[in-house]
């Protein structure tokens, strides 16, 4: 943020503007005028969601390779898919705020996908098993949008958090949907 900070006061100081704007600069993200603009905590919030999206689609990934059912290992691998597309979606704007995207998912996140291999190799990595889990890592996932959408962030970062909750949202109810089908027929 500094070094983008800095930057921009140079060309400012050498034009009189910042990128043609008199004495402002536009920020495309938040739509604020100014240059003074303090985005760290909309980038920790961001990251945050980027790590759960990291979380989402390893989680997903992990899930589809145990499984035996050809449909849900699609609806696994697509829904690993849109976390990943999430995730490249957090990282462009968390660059665009001048910030830099963590790296890895979290901790908690790995060590449920360790409790996911532990619970696959006791159970035999049954579908319905591996469904709990997804939904227990979605559970997770819907909590972290939730506590993003609290914060206070620009406008057209929030569109983006909104739906990216809505998917994380579908998501889970999927889950939910294809376990409780496969727990009735057994």
């Known amino acids: 943020m500094l070094a983008s900070r800095a930057a921009w006061d140079r060309v400012a100081s050498q034009t009189g503007s910042y990128g043609g704007l008199q004495g402002t600069f536009f920020n495309p993200i938040s739509g604020a005028n100014t240059m003074t603009e303090d985005n760290d905590e909309v980038i920790d919030t961001l990251n945050d969601l980027l790590e759960s999206c990291r979380d989402g689609e390893y989680g997903f990934n992990s899930a589809a390779e145990h499984t035996q059912t050809a449909d849900l290992k699609t609806m696994l691998a697509r829904h690993a898919q849109e976390c990943r597309t999430a995730g490249q979606e957090l990282q462009a704007l968390i660059r665009q ?90």
């Open 97 to 186: 705020l001048g910030g830099e995207p963590d790296e890895g998912g979290t901790v908690a996140g790995a060590l449920h996908r360790g409790w996911v291999s532990v619970r696959g190799t006791l159970t035999g990595h049954s579908d319905v098993a591996m469904l709990d889990e997804c939904e227990r890592g979605e559970d997770t996932a819907v909590a972290r949008y939730r506590k993003a959408l609290k914060q206070n962030l620009p406008p057209a970062i929030r569109s983006v958090v909104e739906r990216q909750a809505e998917g994380a949202q579908r998501n889970h109810d999927q889950v939910k949907a294809m376990r409780d089908a496969l727990k009735a027929k057994s």
